[in-house]
């Protein structure tokens, strides 16, 4: 059973999509942000499930805050490496299936 969520938001998303005055390169910015970030940056290994991506937020339910940290390490190191610039914020919390996604995600949101 999933208990913690790990929540990640990209932070000045325009200040990286628009960081060149090349129009090829934003286009290419915000394609990364939207669609490919965290499929490529995400551990392809973690005991875990992703409730939610895109917009440059992810929630992810795990079993454990020991969990969350490692997903959280791995992707920031892969953030790092592939995609220098980009600025992360996370929270993690307590995950609970009876509220909904909204309700979940604003009370980690708080912790920001």
């Known amino acids: 059973m ?4 790990l ?5 000045s998303i325009q200040e990286y999509v628009f960081g060149s005055n090349k129009l090829k390169e934003n286009i290419g910015a915000s394609h990364i942000i939207e669609h490919e970030l965290f499929q490529l940056c ?3 290994q973690y005991d875990g499930e992703s409730v939610f991506q895109g ?3 992810a929630l992810i339910k795990v079993r454990s805050a020991d969990e ?3 997903v959280l390490n791995a992707f920031s190191k ?16 307590k995950y609970d299936s009876k509220n909904d996604f909204q309700a979940c995600r604003r009370n ?3 912790q920001l």
């Not at 892969?78 to 919390?93: M, Q, T, V």
Request: proline share 5%; charged share 15%; net charge positive.
């Open 2 to 5: 999933y208990t913690t969520a």
């Open 7 to 11: 929540l990640v938001e990209i932070a």
């Open 42 to 44: 995400l551990p392809q």
């Open 55 to 57: 917009g440059g937020k």
């Open 68 to 70: 969350a940290k490692k």
């Open 78 to 93: 892969n953030i790092l490496i592939y995609f220098p610039g980009i600025k992360l914020n996370a929270s993690i919390g």
């Open 108 to 110: 980690l949101a708080k």
